[in-house]
């Protein structure tokens, strides 16, 4: 995206489906949190609003 602010953030979470994910930042700007999945190469992005509801944070 052209105009984001990617503050970085270290947590695990579990993704609806199971998975455990771990965060690499938040778009500040676009309000979206930057995930890493397991065994896939690329950053994911998701809504804030749909991270609060949908992910369940787990200790590291």
Do not use: S
Not at 27 to 49: G, K, L, T
Request: aromatic residues 10%; hydrophobic residues 40%; charged residues 30%.
């Amino acid at each position: 995206m052209e105009n984001e602010v990617i503050k970085p953030w270290k947590a695990r979470y579990q993704a609806p489906n199971g998975v455990v994910v771990e965060t690499v930042g938040v778009d500040v700007v676009n309000q979206r949190v930057i995930f890493m999945r397991p065994d896939y190469p690329h950053e994911c992005a998701v809504p804030r609003e749909i991270w609060g509801r949908k992910f369940r944070r787990i200790d590291l």
